[in-house]
């Protein structure tokens, strides 16, 4: 009888490769590949390693260089469970209930917000670089409970929909946006939730003073040709991300040290 473990090595790539995904889709398959959500499912589940490209040795969890380019997060600086990489696989924290893929979280899955801005995370006292290891940016030295804020993996059951309501809210916004002539103030509400009132002024200008419940990047402006843009951002407890698409691309660089094209372009690691 044959060997099936060489069958399958044989059949994956070549003996020595240690690869979670041996083939990615092009971005013509994504629109007719019909086991489009199995493998969706095969990348949820899959335990990355560096051949994967895991890990990111001269990279923040954040997206920027290192504070310290001469101690890049490699050996046993690889992975570090405050300020991450933290995680070989999506599935390692979203699991709950009954252990199925997509899910939320046991305690001890939960993430340290803002702990990627650091490099790795000692909290030793011996470190004056900021956001090295200790020092936050004030030069103020971080501790257990003042270095990150602890949150909950989010839950992905239903997340599709939840974008899909998030859209037809912002869409529904920018509407009523839409009718503001200067001198107007409009209330601002969908799917009988109240998002306050906006106001274009006399001279052009939005005000936002009064807008509730979306966050700042929602509201820039500089004057009537540049309004805010009003989208609802159903992610993260500060409403800061507004697709599963950003979701992702923040995820897999942050847990997982994965930098894709789409977010820091080609070649990124070659510039730093």
């Known amino acids: 009888m044959p060997n099936l473990t060489l069958f399958v090595l044989l059949a994956v790539g070549q003996l020595g490769e240690e690869r ?7 971005d013509s ?13 095969l990348l949820f589940a899959a335990n990355w390693t ?6 990111r040795p001269l990279s923040k969890g954040n997206g920027r260089p290192l504070a310290d380019l001469t101690q890049p997060l490699t050996g046993a600086r690889a992975f ?4 991450g990489p933290d995680a070989n696989s999506c599935a390692g924290c979203h699991n709950a209930p009954y252990g199925i893929s997509g899910g939320g979280g046991d305690i001890v899955t939960n993430v340290f917000v803002l702990g990627q801005r650091f490099d790795h995370v000692t909290f030793d006292p ?19 409970q003042t270095v990150a804020n602890l949150r909950a ?14 859209r037809e809210m912002t869409a529904d916004l920018q509407r009523t946006r839409g009718l503001c002539k200067p001198g107007d103030t409009r209330t601002l509400k969908s799917k009988g939730i109240s998002f306050g009132t906006i106001t274009l002024t006399s001279t052009g200008l939005w005000d936002v003073s009064k ?3 979306l966050p700042r990047l929602s509201l820039l402006s500089s004057g009537s040709h540049d309004p805010p843009s009003l989208v609802v951002r159903p992610w993260h407890q500060a409403a800061n991300v507004v697709s ?15 930098q894709t094209v789409e977010r820091f372009g080609a070649g990124y690691l070659e510039m730093l």
Not at 20 to 26: D, G, I, K, M, T
Not at 29 to 41: D, Q, S, V
């Open 29 to 41: 398959e994504l629109f007719t590949l019909t086991e489009l959500l199995t493998h969706g499912r």
């Open 20 to 26: 979670a995904v041996p083939r990615h889709l092009s």
């Open 211 to 213: 807008v509730t419940g």
């Open 50 to 55: 560096e051949q994967d490209g895991g890990g």
């Open 244 to 258: 599963l698409r950003e979701f992702s691309n923040n995820a897999y660089n942050h847990h997982h040290g994965i």
């Open 126 to 144: 011996a470190d004056k670089l900021p956001t090295r290891g200790t020092l936050t940016e004030e030069n103020t030295p971080a501790t257990l």
């Open 80 to 83: 570090n469970r405050i300020s």
């Open 153 to 166: 993996s989010t839950g992905m059951f239903g997340a599709g929909y939840l974008e899909m309501l998030a």
